[in-house]
Every structure is written in structure tokens, then in C-alpha cells.
């Protein structure tokens, strides 16, 4: 347990944070932006590893596939705004209704050009696929090759359209949307379509997040994103808790969701480097959330202390 | 000026939970109308249908039956937003009429915007800006050197006087204000008050206001309106309520309804 | 300048012993990545280690991780175990082995419980049947063929065979095609019944229960729960075959099984031929189960007037 070996296993850390940092990117604007819990992401996040393995399994260019699972990630978030505003269902059971049909969806995407008609698991070997954009192989070297330049390069991009969007006319009625409801039809602002285009754009990332992890480790399968929601949040939770009081600009705020990601994989890398039986893992991620959650409530239970403290030798 | 008809309402009848235990006819038979640049107090007891009748003109829900006329336009059947271009609304709670987690210039930015599309066009310009900066200042609460100051940092009062002037920042057919100084200590209360009455005045509105305070609302305005049970009970113009004393308005509201009106939020002053 | 050279000859002399002690002292570190808590894998893992450790005694440890059935971590893992520089790494299904494979074009990696090499690598197997790359290990099909015959010995009767099967698990698929194929050739009419997770279980195999035979290959999500299978399937009176013991011992009659202990040691039998016998990797074909044994469930099978020939052995 030296270590040396901690920071030999960083990059894939950083890799693999990167990666779901784009994800809880599109959390954040559903969860924060929006004031939506949305479940959907489980399963737009397998969707956009399936269009992704099955277009570049068929010959297609990479960067191809991730704007195209892109782009089906915007049909699922879709999907869950109109249950959710036509059919006036709750916004968490839309979402849990979504990633329920995208599980057969997904089937069904891997096992296009398949006599079975659907299949769980798609292989993206990078020995067969040389022109993948991001693979686990590469994590270790100092070429260019390596994931992470290319992962930091799209994080930044990200950030800066995210930026420039919610600095709109439109993307501002869009943050007025989740910030007071009411205020935002008084203003004339359709809050139904709003709901929706948020959706949208959130599942669109995670659809994009899931093209991008499919290629990293090689393979999609459909059970890639069972317990997404919670890395994603957890990822939102602790860049708020860590940097909110720094970063109070926008931009910076989505880096830190982003840094949020990072620190959660750490974490795991730091559990695993420890040696601690790998069954406890799930146990330690929710014990550590639950710190990470629980930080801002106790620092605000130690200045009333402190205040307290004050008075009484007053 | 012309008598154009700003707003209309013939017959307006709303019922919430129909055929249900909590069954309640809120607005029975309404009908009002109102000419460019009047201003107009409505009055009442609890449950007498004020903010379900401005509920109902901005679009929280839709009627039973009835027109519906704003500015000439028929717009029972368009939802709340669509109708959100022809209006300016104050609400009871001061966190309703703004966006606490958003600043004070992009609150008013959104405000500008109402009624119109919006595009991918950026930011704040520097002239806009200084227009938001004028508008603040002639409130006279200090808000024109805080435009990146978060709205939830404000107080009640200062929150609610923002919300009048986003109201009033794009200049609407019809300001709805309901009950909207309710929430305030007196002192703050008036302020908002006077700041109602100069807006009003300056920019030529036509207003419709609900209040609990019968000495405002005979203080107030061109014409007061007294609703019950769902209907317009009594309507004075400007020259009746220039005679009129509260202890007259009781007894007229007495004799009309047939009832004794023991409110006393109505009676404080 | 004779202090100088005989200086050095010392040196020399002590680095020289050094390289000899430590070339006698190789040591080397496996790492084993497995993808779920289940009795299967578990006994997989258990042969491979004491497979080893019967050869190679403590010049060996064990990096043992469990991905806890969570996709994501076998690619996290798999990066640490190849950061590391293990000697030779073991994938334990076949997520693992897909994300080991992907994470090192260099270190050996043996899979094992995996079922299609093939189809989880999407490559061919020369004519020797290794993969021709780093990648090489042991599959648990049973031969299909032989658990057919299998239904047709103890079920001539019956018509309509039920494959229930997880629509989720690459491995159960291919081996529900396969059996289809073999089934039907025998006269039998084949009905699928795939359900998505433990949750839909249930009530999948209760509309399974319609046919006269269910039959469940190595499925993991259906070894995971085996008692919930029984409670409808006994009740329903229809007798399941099964494609390995865990799922029999659970609600099977019975099964044509593979030891998964026994293809954990072959596992291990052929990473200690890596290690120490200098073998290629590349051309080391995948090895299948050493030997199949016809098992029943004493238990079940009496419940269900299921006659059992004497040539089969009953699970403990």
C-alpha cells in the first residue's frame, strides 16, 4: 500500500470523472436549474452507449455517433416532458417511466442487425476500433493519446455553451422556469415548453456521456446506467458543498460539478487503494455522500454554536 | 381621454371541485367592465371571490362560462402565459412576483421580455442597464447600486416594489395587484402604496386592485367594487366614494347583503 | 587505484548475489476481477486461487476486487489492476473481461465463467481457438447438445419447453438460441419467456408455467434467485432443467453441470503455465469445462413424480 501506486491509478480517476462529470452537467440543469428530480438518466445514459456502439460497430465515424446518441438523448428527455406536461404525470414517475420503456428501447438499439433482435451487451474493442475518441488503454500514457486532454477539452467546451445558453433571453426564461414557476408564466414565459426543452438538453448530455463511457471501457451494456442518478448527484452535491462558496459565477459552478465527479471517483480509487473489501464498496460511496450532504447542515449548526457561545459570555 | 374598454367580464361563472364534498362556486355571475385608465379597489370579506376574480382574468384557471375581454381580445380560452403579454401582476406573497435565486438586472431583464419572443440574443446591454438603473432609483430604496445582488437577499418590502415595477417595466394593458401590501409592516406598506399610486398615475394605467383595507381602497382609485358570495354587490364611482365613510360603507354593504359583516381585517386600519 | 578495482569487484560480486537471490524469489501479483457476489463466480474464483496457490505456494498474492454487479466499476477497476502492473490479471464474467481487455493490450488476461468468447470480444478464435491477442481463458458452456438430450431422456413426453431466461445477460441468450435450435429438432416446440430484472421474475416464469418443461441456462440473475423461481414453479407442478447446479439445487430437476470450481482451477492450471512455463497467451485456445456430470434435485424431483435413471448423480 504505497503511495505511488494512489497516483498511478489518478488518471483513470480523473478519466472515468470527466466522463460523468459531463453527465452531472445535465443533472445539474434538471436538478438545480430546473427543480426536477428527473430518473430518466439511468436509462438515456445506456441509450447513448447503445447508438453509439451500434454506429461505430456499423463503420461509422466516432465523433458521428456521440452527436447522433446526442441527439437521441434529446428524444428520451423528450419523451419524459411530455409525459410530464401532457399527461400531467409527476415529474419523478415520468422519469421512472422513461428509463423503464428505454431499457427494452436500448435491447432493442444493441441488437439492430442481430437475428435475435436485441442484445445486452455490444463490444467496442479498442484493438478493433482504432479511431474511438476516448479508451481506457490510453489512461496511463503521456501521449496525446491519453483520454483526459480530450475529456478536459470537451468538459470546457461544454461549459462555455452552457454558459453562453443560459445567458440568453431564452435561456434565462429557462432558469426562471425552475427558479419561481408562477413569476415565470406572470412573465409570459411558457413554463409546459420550458419544462420540456430543460429535459431535453439535460438527457441530451447524458446521452452524450454514455457514448463517450461506452468507448472508454470498451463495450456498451444495457445495464451501464443503473445508479447513474446517483453518481450524478453526488457529483452536484459535493462541488456545491466544496466550491459554491468560491465559485458564485455560473461557469465556475459547473466546473465544480464537474470537479464534483472527479473528487466521487477519487474516492472510490481511494477505497480501493486501501484494500477494503470491494463488497463494502457500495456501503462506503453512501456513507461518504452522506458526509459530503451532511457538511453544509452541521457548518451551519456550529456557527448558531458559536453564536450561542458568544452571548452567553457577553 | 377615449373610453376604450380595457376589460370586460360578462357573466363569469367558476366553480372549484363541482359535485365534491369541497364543492365551492367562487365566482357566481360576474360581470365588470372596465375603461381605459380606471383604477379600480375591490373590497370584500373571505372566500367573497376577489383573487379567484383576478385569478380568473389572469388565467390560473379557466371559466366556466362567461367573456372574458382584455384590451378588446378575447382571451378566455388562451393559458396563463399567452396572457401574461396584456398584464402586470403583483401577488399577496412578496417571493412570488420574483426569481430569488436570479439577480435583481436579470429580474428585470425577464420583465422586459414579457410578452415577446425570446430569442438567443445575450446578456444585458449597458443601455439597458442604465434604464434599469434610472427605473430603480426613482424608487427610492437603494436597489440601484445592487443590480447583481441576488433578489432573495432583498427585504419583503423591497421585493414587492420590484415586482411592481417589472409589472410596470413593459407598460400592460391591465395591472393586477392582489391584496399585494397584505404581507407588509404599515410603514413598508404605505411606501408601496405611494410608489402604487405615482406608477399609476405617471405611466396612465388601468388597474385593478384587491385590498383588505376599506380605507385604502376609498382613498384609492376612481371606483370601488364590493364583492360577496361570488358577485359584484356594490359599485361606486369616483364621485360616491368621495362621500363615503367606512361606517357608510358597512351599513351600505349591510343593507345590500343582508348580513353583518364581522371582519375585523376589514375594519382595521 | 587498486582500492578503486577491488571496490568494484566487490560491488559486482554483492549486485551478482543480489540478482541470483531475486531471480530465486520471483514473486508475482494477480489480480482478480469479479463481477458479482454469486455462488458460481465465487466457486470460480475459489478454484483459480487454490489452483495457484497449490503450484506457486506465497510467491503469489491476490488482488481480489468485486465490481458489486455495477458496469461502471469494472472499467475503474480494471485501470487500477493494470496501474498496479499486475503479472497476469483474471476476469471473472464478462464485463470484466471486456473492460480487462480494453484496459491492456499487454498483460495477460484469462477470463473465465464467460460464455461466448466470440460474441464478448467481437473476434474470431483461429483454427486453434485462442484469440491471437492477450486474451485467453475458459468458457462455461456445457455442451447444449448433451443438455437437450438431456430434456428428451427425461421428458419424451412432454411438447412445449419454456426458456426463461434474463434479457439483460449476453451469456443466457446465446445459449437460449442454441438450446431453441437443439430443442426443436428433437420435437420439441420452443416458447421464450426473457425478463428484465429480479423485479419482473416472477411473473415471467408464472406465464413460463404454461409450457410442460421450463428449461433456465447459466443464468445469473436467475441463480441469484432460484428461491422465487421455485415458489412459483413447484405449486405450478413444471419441471425445470437447468444449465448449471446452482439454479437446480435451487428449483431445478435437473442439470447437466459444469463445476465452476473445476473450471476455476483449469483457469488457474493455465495462468500458472503463463507465469511460470513461458506460455503464449495469444495462442493458448479457450479451454472448456473438463468434465459434465448429470445431477438431480432428489428433493424436486419427488415432489414432482419425476423419474430419475440410475446413472445420475443427486446433489447434496
Known amino acids: 500500500m504505497n503511495i505511488s501506486q494512489l497516483f498511478n491509478q489518478l488518471p483513470g480517476a480523473v478519466a472515468q470523472g470527466l466522463i460523468w462529470g459531463i453527465m452531472a452537467i445535465g443533472v445539474y440543469i434538471t436538478f438545480r436549474i430546473l427543480d426536477i428530480a428527473d430518473l430518466t438518466v439511468d436509462g438515456s445514459f445506456a441509450t447513448g452507449g447503445a447508438v453509439a456502439a451500434i454506429l461505430i460497430t456499423n463503420g461509422h465515424n466516432p465523433w458521428l455517433a456521440v452527436f447522433v446518441a446526442f441527439l437521441v438523448g434529446l ?49 467496442l474493442s479498442v484493438n478493433k476500433y482504432k479511431d474511438m475518441l476516448v479508451s481506457l488503454r490510453n489512461v496511463g500514457s503521456f501521449s496525446l493519446n491519453n483520454p483526459i486532454w480530450l475529456l478536459l477539452l470537451i468538459t470546457v467546451l461544454l461549459i462555455a455553451l452552457m454558459y453562453w445558453f443560459f445567458g440568453t433571453e431564452y435561456g434565462c426564461g429557462l432558469r426562471a ?102 463488497d463494502d464498496l457500495k456501503l462506503l460511496t453512501a456513507l461518504v455522500v452522506a458526509l459530503f450532504l451532511a457538511m453544509p447542515y452541521w457548518k451551519s449548526r456550529l456557527s448558531i454554536r458559536k453564536l450561542k457561545g458568544g452571548v452567553r459570555h457577553g | 381621454m377615449a373610453e376604450t374598454e380595457m376589460l370586460m367580464l360578462q357573466d363569469v361563472h367558476k366553480t372549484f371541485n363541482p359535485g365534491t364534498a369541497t364543492e365551492k362556486k367562487a365566482l357566481n355571475g360576474v360581470s365588470l367592465t372596465l375603461n381605459s385608465g380606471d383604477f379600480v379597489t375591490v373590497i370584500g370579506g373571505n372566500g367573497a371571490g376577489k383573487s379567484t376574480m383576478l385569478n380568473a382574468i389572469a388565467g390560473t384557471f379557466h371559466l366556466d362560462c362567461g367573456i372574458l375581454r382584455i384590451a378588446g381580445r378575447e382571451v378566455a380560452h388562451l393559458p396563463e402565459y399567452k396572457r401574461a403579454a396584456f398584464l402586470g401582476r403583483v401577488f399577496q406573497d412578496p417571493n412570488s412576483g420574483t426569481a430569488a435565486s436570479m439577480n435583481i438586472e436579470e429580474n428585470l431583464a425577464l420583465a422586459s421580455r414579457r410578452g415577446l419572443p425570446r430569442g438567443l440574443r445575450w446578456g444585458i446591454t449597458a443601455d439597458e442597464r442604465a434604464r434599469y438603473r434610472e427605473k430603480l432609483a426613482a424608487l427610492d430604496l437603494g436597489l440601484e447600486t445592487r443590480l447583481s445582488s441576488k433578489v432573495g437577499l432583498l427585504s419583503g418590502g423591497q421585493r414587492q416594489a420590484l415586482t411592481l415595477l417589472m409589472a410596470t417595466l413593459k407598460e400592460p394593458e391591465l395591472l393586477l395587484l392582489d391584496e399585494h401590501t397584505a404581507a407588509l409592516d404599515p410603514k413598508t406598506a404605505e411606501k408601496v402604496l ?76 | 587505484m587498486k582500492k578503486t578495482i577491488s571496490l568494484l569487484m566487490v560491488l559486482s560480486l554483492v549486485l551478482g548475489l543480489c540478482a541470483c537471490a531475486s531471480a530465486e524469489e520471483k514473486t508475482w501479483q494477480i489480480g482478480i476481477l469479479q463481477f458479482v457476489q ?9 478454484g483459480f486461487r487454490e489452483a495457484i496457490t497449490e503450484k506457486l505456494g506465497d510467491k503469489v498474492t491476490f488482488i481480489v476486487e468485486n465490481a458489486s454487479g455495477e458496469v461502471p466499476n469494472c472499467a475503474t477497476i480494471a485501470s487500477q489492476l493494470v496501474s498496479r502492473q499486475v503479472d497476469l490479471i483474471m476476469a471473472n464474467a464478462t464485463p470484466p473481461l471486456q473492460a480487462c481487455s480494453n484496459a491492456t493490450g499487454d498483460i495477460p488476461v484469462l477470463g473465465t465463467s464467460v460464455t461466448d468468447y466470440q460474441a464478448a470480444l467481437e473476434i474470431d478464435l483461429n483454427a486453434d481457438g485462442a484469440t491471437g491477442m492477450n486474451v485467453s481463458g475458459t468458457s462455461d458452456l456445457a455442451p447444449l447438445d ?58 415471467v416464469t408464472q406465464s413460463a408455467t404454461e409450457c410442460d418443461i421450463i428449461y433456465i441456462p447459466t443464468d445469473n440473475t436467475a441463480a441469484n434467485n432460484t428461491e422465487a423461481i421455485a415458489n412459483v414453479v413447484l405449486p405450478a407442478q413444471v419441471p425445470v432443467v437447468a444449465g448449471e447446479e446452482g439454479v437446480c439445487k435451487g428449483c431445478g430437476v435437473a442439470t447437466l453441470t459444469i463445476s465452476y470450481y473445476d473450471l476455476g482451477r483449469k483457469t488457474g492450471e493455465m495462468a500458472c503455465e503463463i507465469l511460470t512455463g513461458g506460455a503464449d497467451i495469444s495462442a ?11 445431477k438431480y434435485n432428489a428433493a424436486n424431483a419427488a415432489e414432482l413424480g419425476v423419474a430419475i435413471p440410475a446413472d445420475y448423480q443427486a446433489i447434496d
Open chain 1, 75 to 123: 428524444a428520451a428527455g423528450a419523451v419524459t416532458g411530455l409525459l410530464h406536461t401532457c399527461m400531467g404525470i409527476p415529474a419523478i414517475l415520468s422519469g421512472i417511466l422513461t428509463q423503464l420503456a428505454l431499457y427494452s428501447v436500448n435491447l432493442r438499439i444493441q441488437g439492430i442487425g442481430t437475428d435475435l433482435g436485441s442484445r445486452a451487451n455490444v463490444p
Open chain 3, 284 to 294: 493458448m485456445p479457450i479451454a472448456y469445462a473438463p468434465q459434465v456430470t448429470r
Open chain 1, 177 to 278: 422556469v425552475g427558479a419561481n414557476r408562477q413569476m415565470a408564466r406572470a412573465q409570459g414565459i411558457n413554463t409546459s415548453a420550458g419544462t420540456v426543452v430543460g429535459l431535453m438538453i439535460s438527457n441530451g448530455l447524458v446521452a452524450f456521456s454514455g457514448a463517450l463511457m461506452a468507448q472508454y471501457q470498451g463495450f456498451s451494456d444495457v445495464s451501464m446506467g443503473r445508479g447513474a442518478i446517483v453518481i450524478g448527484l453526488a457529483a452536484v452535491i459535493i462541488g456545491e458543498v466544496i466550491f459554491f462558496k468560491l465559485f458564485r459565477n455560473f461557469g465556475l459552478r459547473l466546473l465544480a460539478v464537474s470537479i464534483g465527479a472527479i473528487l466521487y471517483y477519487l474516492v472510490i480509487q481511494v477505497v480501493l487503494w486501501l484494500g477494503l473489501n470491494t
Open chain 3, 38 to 46: 454469486h455462488p458460481a463466480l465465487d466457486e470460480a474464483t475459489r
Open chain 2, 194 to 269: 405611494s410608489l402604487t399610486r405615482r406608477l399609476i398615475r405617471e405611466n396612465h394605467l388601468t388597474a385593478l386592485m384587491v385590498t383588505h383595507n376599506m380605507k385604502d381602497a376609498l382613498a384609492l382609485g376612481n371606483r370601488t367594487i364590493m364583492m360577496h358570495e361570488g358577485r359584484i354587490i356594490l359599485d361606486l364611482n369616483a364621485e360616491q366614494k368621495q362621500h363615503m365613510t367606512v361606517e357608510d360603507l358597512l351599513a351600505q354593504f349591510e343593507k345590500v347583503s343582508g348580513l353583518e359583516l364581522a371582519n375585523d381585517r376589514m375594519l382595521l386600519v
Open chain 3, 146 to 203: 448433451g443438455q437437450a438430450n438431456m430434456v428428451k431422456e427425461l421428458f419424451p413426453e412432454a411438447k412445449t419447453v419454456g426458456l426463461l431466461y434474463c434479457s439483460g445477460e449476453a451469456n443466457s441468450i446465446f445459449q437460449i438460441k442454441a438450446m431453441e435450435g437443439y430443442l426443436t429438432d428433437l420435437g420439441y416446440e420452443c416458447r421464450r419467456y426473457g425478463f428484465n430484472d429480479s423485479n419482473d421474475l416472477a411473473s
